[in-house]
């Protein structure tokens, strides 16, 4: 289009070809390409001098309307990759996005002001492509290969409850005694499931046990925990709090705890992310690079 828009106004497919740094073959070949896809012939060409049929006269006004918004629109993407703004959206695990990834928000608004951002928390899997996130965390061990993670931080399960209720109850000191206890299970991790929780580093050791309460929210089972209503088999970002200020104590057993499989940040594998992608992604890193907080 921009060659013939050229060649229209200079007369002539070698002048449009100078100004535009091509050869005149080349910016012939362009010519021919447009009316062989248009089916219709644009410039009735001699020796001598070059005119516009009808139809291209038609589609010279066009394209003289057009090509200042195509201008316009390509400069508009190509300053979404250079230039960090624009809506973010971001979904985060409930429990994990509350505790660690709410509270810097604040710091990444402060560097990237033209930057929205869309945060979502829920803690189930969510596809990037379909729904539309620019980026998610997921807590775990990664299955889909389409998407380009960048680890945060490790994380452990711990065992722990109120000390009252290890006065009352008794500390645990096999793994198997777990079957004894009143264990508070979270339904959507593959490593504390509702009936059977999972130990050994490449937890592949299992022990059944019991509980009167069952959900699908970490905090909740925080909260039954401290107050002494059972033991929890949780990640210790989820209890690191609690701990530390001495609500929970943890029990070490005579089988090590799984690994949770590490905290990740993901994004759609593009090879070139816009930039607010890339900002955000490299934030965390940064963030997180300095020593997880709950350790």
């Given at each position: 289009m921009?060659?013939?828009?050229?060649?229209a106004r200079a007369g002539s497919l070698s002048a449009a070809a100078r100004q535009m740094n091509l050869s005149p073959t080349m910016a012939t070949k362009h010519v021919d390409a447009l009316e062989l896809r248009l089916g219709v012939k644009l410039i009735q060409r001699s020796t001598?001098?070059?005119?516009?049929?009808?139809?291209?006269q038609q589609y010279l006004d066009m394209c003289v309307r057009l090509l200042p918004e195509l201008e316009e629109t390509e400069a508009l993407i190509v300053a979404q990759g250079t230039e960090v703004s624009g809506l973010l959206r971001l979904n985060v695990p409930l429990s994990f996005g509350v505790r660690?990834?709410?509270?810097?928000l604040p710091v990444f608004h402060e560097r990237y002001p033209?930057?929205?951002?869309?945060?979502?928390?829920?803690d189930r899997v969510v596809d990037l492509l379909?729904?539309?996130?620019d980026l998610t965390i997921r807590v775990g061990h990664l299955k889909d290969s389409r998407l380009l993670a960048r680890k945060l931080a490790d994380s452990t399960m711990v065992v722990c409850a109120a000390p009252e209720y290890w006065?009352?109850?008794?500390r645990p000191a096999a793994w198997k005694e777990l079957e004894d206890h009143n264990c508070l299970r979270f339904m959507l991790s593959p490593l504390s499931w509702p009936n059977m929780w999972r130990f050994g580093k490449q937890a592949d050791q299992s022990v059944a046990i019991r509980g009167s309460l069952c959900t699908n929210n970490g905090d909740a089972l925080v909260a039954a925990a401290v107050a002494g209503m059972g033991v929890?088999?949780?990640?210790?970002?989820?209890v690191a709090d609690a701990l530390r200020a001495g609500r929970l104590e943890a029990v070490t057993l005579d089988k090590p705890a799984a690994d949770v499989g590490g905290i990740h940040l993901l994004r759609f594998a593009d090879r070139k992310p816009p930039a607010k992608v890339r900002a955000m992604t490299d934030f965390l890193i940064e963030i997180f690079t300095q020593g997880a907080p709950w350790q």
């Open positions: 921009e060659v013939f828009c050229r060649t001598r001098r070059l005119t516009l049929t009808e139809a291209g660690y990834i709410a509270p810097l033209r930057v929205n951002v869309e945060l979502e928390f829920n379909e729904e539309g996130w006065l009352r109850q008794g929890l088999y949780e990640p210790d970002f989820i």
